[in-house]
């Protein structure tokens, strides 16, 4: 057998193996995007459900709660379409004023935060109402939805909700009182993407819309409990009417 025979043979043996392990990748992939949308369909039916059971003079928050998450549904249903192609669903961006959208989020959440016998506390302190980022609404409340209803779900006592700026970046805080992360956050994201359970899912789903978008999910040291934050790149102020900009 000749020489080049034989590097053919190992060429052609080469490219089979590599094309077959970007087809595994490509499937592991799929089905990890699969598992996020079905992840982010539950929030809707435990919101649907506090709805419909919501104590009077609740009703109001609790629908809130449930409008908010039946469009986190709405999210997991696109990305579930796009799942089939192997890609994530789509962004819509806008120039987001952060603290009405906060401040409406938290008012949704704050029934949920009761029906698990606990409260949401909001501060908006760091932050004033010209803040602003070029985001997508809906991916922006799906990640912040994961770090708060994950510190309700596995962390104890009262749950903070902050945002403040820090020179060009916009950094929103989830924090809660529980016993914190049960592993390092890069090896919980991981370990959801390989597929090892569920737990992790919502943060590296909050991750992957953080690094979309410029951004970054972080963990920051805490005396107590988890306290996870969302780092965004702040949009650039409005223009002041009546100036001009040109040279």
Do not use: Y
Request: contains cysteine; hydrophobic residues 45%.
């Amino acid at each position: 057998m000749s020489l080049a025979v034989a590097l053919g043979g190992w060429a052609s043996a080469l490219l089979a193996l590599c094309t077959l392990a970007a087809h595994r990748t490509r499937s592991r992939w799929r089905l990890e995007l699969v598992a996020r949308a079905a992840h982010e369909l539950r929030g809707p039916l435990t919101a649907a459900r506090l709805a419909v059971h919501a104590p009077a003079g609740e009703e109001a928050g609790r629908l809130a709660a449930a409008e908010h998450e039946l469009a986190r549904a709405a999210l997991a249903l696109e990305d579930l379409a796009a799942a089939h192609s192997g890609r994530p669903g789509a962004q819509r961006r806008t120039t987001l004023c952060v603290e009405p959208w906060l401040r409406d989020l938290a008012g949704a959440w704050q029934p949920v935060a009761r029906a698990r016998g606990t409260a949401l506390h909001l501060d908006l302190d760091g932050i004033g109402p010209a803040t602003r980022v070029f985001a997508d609404p809906h991916r922006l409340t799906q990640a912040c939805a994961n770090l708060v209803l994950n510190a309700l779900e596995h962390g104890s006592g009262p749950v903070g909700l902050r945002a403040a700026t820090v020179g060009d970046r916009l950094r929103i805080e989830v924090l809660d009182r529980g016993p914190g992360l049960r592993a390092p956050l890069a090896e919980l994201r991981s370990g959801a993407r390989a597929g090892r359970g569920d737990h992790g899912r919502g943060l590296a789903i909050a991750a992957q819309v953080a690094a979309g978008h410029g951004g970054r999910l972080a963990a920051a040291p805490s005396a107590q409990g988890a306290r996870l934050v969302l780092e965004l790149p702040l949009a650039p102020p409005a223009p002041r009417p009546g100036i001009s900009h040109q040279a």
